[in-house]
């Protein structure tokens, strides 16, 4: 079945320093999205990519569609400690019966020292 | 407007027994989706679900597992005869259409004895 690769499952930062979490997918996507979970608590939706080489940004998260619509990457600026969590991509796959499926990636745990 | 609502938070019960777990959608979403999670894990696709109707169920095991989300009512999740492999945070999410970013509720921790 299809499936989304992230990167890495685990990233330890120093706070201000930055960070970066990568999405990968064989396949093209109909659209990423992504969600932040923090420790103990739900996924809450971030954001949807859905134009190829699309870049959006909130505050100091930055958000990329590459050009392919196969990858994708969250890059947060100078880390702060409330950054803390486990953020996970999503990608929308066509299956092979015309419906769509959200198949979520296993997430990057990031952990900043203060 | 009320979130995602999820009950039981945390339910304990014993291997053989049976778990229900309920969620009821955001106002206005008609679609529910069921997510499996283990601890330091990634979220696992279970089910999805309009009234009346499941859409895709690919990632339910074949036995003991089934859902339903009825006309009336919210949607259920129920697993038979559990087993200590059963234990795990169980997430609903909820969408307003099939494309739609999903809404999720605060989970049901599940504990098997």
């Known amino acids: 079945g299809q499936q989304v690769m992230q990167i890495p499952q685990y990233q330890h930062v120093q706070e201000g320093e930055d960070f970066t979490t990568y999405c990968n997918s064989s396949?093209?996507?109909?659209?990423i999205q992504w969600y932040k979970q923090r420790p103990g608590g739900h996924p809450v939706f971030l954001i949807q990519?859905?134009?190829?080489?699309e870049v959006k940004k909130q505050k100091r998260l930055t958000f990329q569609f590459g050009e392919a619509k196969k990858n994708s990457s969250l890059h947060i600026t100078a880390t702060q400690t409330t950054d803390v969590g486990t953020y996970f991509c999503?990608?929308?796959?066509?299956?092979?019966?015309?419906?769509?499926?959200?198949?979520f990636g296993k997430g990057t745990k990031l952990t900043v020292n203060p | 407007n009320a979130g995602v609502m999820q009950n039981p938070r945390h339910l304990v019960r014993r291997r053989g027994q049976e778990a229900r777990l309920r969620c009821s959608p955001m106002?206005?979403?008609?679609?529910v989706y069921w997510y499996r999670q283990l601890p330091e894990e990634g979220l696992k696709f279970m089910v999805y679900?309009?009234?009346?109707?499941?859409?895709?169920e690919s990632g339910m095991p074949k036995e003991r597992f089934s859902a339903e989300f009825p006309k009336e009512g919210p949607s259920i999740l129920r697993i038979q005869q559990v087993v200590r492999g059963d234990s795990a945070a169980y997430f609903c999410?909820?969408?307003?259409?099939?494309?739609?970013?999903?809404?999720f509720g605060d989970g049901t921790r599940l504990s098997i004895l």
């Open positions: 990519l859905v134009k190829s080489g």
């Open positions: 396949t093209t996507l109909s659209n």
């Open positions: 999410a909820s969408s307003p259409g099939m494309n739609q970013p999903q809404h």
């Open positions: 106002k206005g979403h008609s679609h």
């Open positions: 679900l309009q009234k009346e109707n499941i859409i895709d």
């Open positions: 999503a990608g929308r796959f066509r299956t092979q019966g015309g419906s769509e499926k959200l198949v």
